[in-house]
């Protein structure tokens, strides 16, 4: 069973636009820390941001915000005024203490912001 | 160094052929991770180092993928007799800690191409 959900494929907005990308996540540990990570064409992950399970507060960088929903087991990210840089695909993982290390990803939501 | 370096950057192989893929981690980086991503999906978990150690090789898919980490720093992973169903981007990571409750950083990944 998948353990992360990004139910959206694609996405396409236009410049200015906010966009909201979903990620739904499945595990029966209490401790676990859920990620976002952008991957732009050039291939490498790129961090945006890491919560743990025991901290619900949502969370605003610059024009990225987060809202983390235990009771949904959601970790939605949301861009404001989307900018052509903003083109990506992005990615949310868990890690969960009882599996150790491995971090799993989502299928990746590909968001292409039109000028 | 800056950031995880991954050589070479592509690679062609014809089928059968062996490959190793390198990975230099961020200097001081004790955690080093492999990851496999296929075409339109999200990274998969293959191997996990601590130090030289390899702690977790749950995600190997077969007995023709080998890593190796011999110094605690530069890693190596070998795939023998590659097939066409190896193709991907292969991706490195490393981190200070584990991965619960840290970020990795990423390399720009190896592609792969199996002919």
């Known amino acids: 069973a998948q353990k992360v959900t990004q139910a959206q494929t694609e996405i396409s907005v236009v410049e200015k636009e906010d966009v909201t990308l979903d990620c739904v996540y499945e595990?029966?540990?209490?401790?676990?820390?859920l990620f976002w990570y952008k991957q732009p064409p050039s291939g490498e992950l790129v961090f945006l941001i890491r919560r743990n399970s025991f901290d619900e507060q949502n969370e605003i960088s610059g024009r990225y915000s987060w809202n983390f929903q235990k009771s949904t087991s959601s970790f939605n990210f949301t861009i404001t005024a989307s900018q052509v840089v903003d083109s990506a695909v992005y990615f949310c993982a868990l890690s969960e203490a009882s599996t150790g290390n491995q971090f799993y990803f989502g299928t990746g939501t590909s968001l292409t912001v039109i000028p | 160094g800056a950031g995880v370096s991954q050589s070479p950057r592509y690679k062609v192989a014809k089928r059968g052929q062996d490959v190793a893929l390198r990975c230099d981690p961020i200097?001081?980086?004790?955690?080093l991770f492999w990851y496999q991503q296929a075409l339109g999906q999200g990274p998969e978990f293959l191997t996990y180092?601590?130090?030289?150690?390899?702690?977790?090789k749950s995600g190997l898919p077969s007995d023709r993928f080998f890593a190796e980490r011999p110094e605690g720093s530069v890693s190596t992973l070998k795939i023998q007799r590659t097939q066409q169903e190896d193709s991907a981007v292969y991706l490195c990571?490393?981190?200070?800690?584990?991965?619960?409750?840290?970020?990795?950083?990423f390399g720009s990944g190896t592609r792969l191409t199996v002919v």
């Open positions: 595990t029966r540990d209490t401790t676990y820390y």
């Open positions: 180092f601590q130090n030289e150690a390899q702690l977790d």
């Open positions: 990571a490393s981190s200070l800690g584990g991965a619960l409750g840290y970020g990795y950083t």
């Open positions: 200097s001081g980086h004790v955690s």
